[in-house]
């Protein structure tokens, strides 16, 4: 190969780098984006107030179910992503003796039908059918998590690494905790059973977008 075309070949190899390089680097930054859903719309609490008053029966369907079905001194925070558990905590409820808060299992991005689903369903007494009509309950009520504590946190929708809750009060709010469940960050409180809640992650805003 004379010297004329050995360049030839050097520029055109350097210059099929330079490209793949270039394809490389949009393509992550596309799925970085993605990841940490720049684009995600945020939603305001005028919004999740109609969601909640539309979806009312719903949202509290799905909440009556999942508390009737947890078992005793266990709580289960488990959040559906289409056919995976987007993330699942089962650990001890705390009854005052401090070693009840060890977390038994926390695991993401589950497929449904897995060997792991199986045995883990197997720990909450729970069957396939379970897990289907929790799921079918939450889509029903527009709704994509719950965790059964007080308040029982029902996951709205995700914004990039943050999320939307509904915290449902089985009893009224008492007074000493209304300021804790208003501070206008990362909770509004709508009304005595009733606050919004915005879980910031670990990228992006920590609190409800202010309101114009």
Not at 65 to 87: G, M
Not at 106 to 126: A, C, E, H, M, R
Not at 181 to 204: P, Q, R, W
Request: charge should be positive; proline fraction near 2%; include cysteine.
């Amino acid at each position: 190969m004379n010297k004329k075309k050995t360049v030839k070949v050097i520029k055109i190899t350097f210059l099929v780098m330079i490209c793949a390089a270039i394809v490389y680097v949009v393509g992550y930054g596309i799925m970085l984006i993605n990841a940490i859903g720049l684009f995600d719309k945020n939603y305001t609490t005028a919004e999740l107030i109609e969601s909640f008053i539309n979806k009312r029966s719903e949202i509290y369907g799905v909440k009556n179910y999942f508390q009737s079905i947890v078992p005793k001194y266990k709580l289960v925070d488990i959040e559906f992503e289409k056919d995976n558990i987007a993330h699942l905590v089962i650990s001890p409820i705390d009854t005052g003796r401090g070693s009840d808060l060890t977390i038994n299992f926390q695991d993401w991005n589950i497929p449904i039908k897995s060997k792991k689903t199986d045995s883990l369903l197997k720990v909450l007494g729970w069957t396939k059918s379970t897990l289907d009509k929790i799921k079918s309950k939450l889509n029903d009520a527009n709704c994509i998590s719950i965790t059964n504590e007080e308040p029982t946190k029902i996951g709205f929708k995700r914004s990039g690494m943050g999320m939307y809750f509904f915290n449902v009060f089985d009893k009224t709010i008492p007074d000493s905790l209304k300021s804790r469940y208003n501070d206008s960050c990362t909770y509004i409180y709508v009304n005595k059973n009733l606050v919004l809640e915005y879980g910031g992650g670990a990228v992006g805003g920590q609190c409800f977008a202010k309101q114009k």
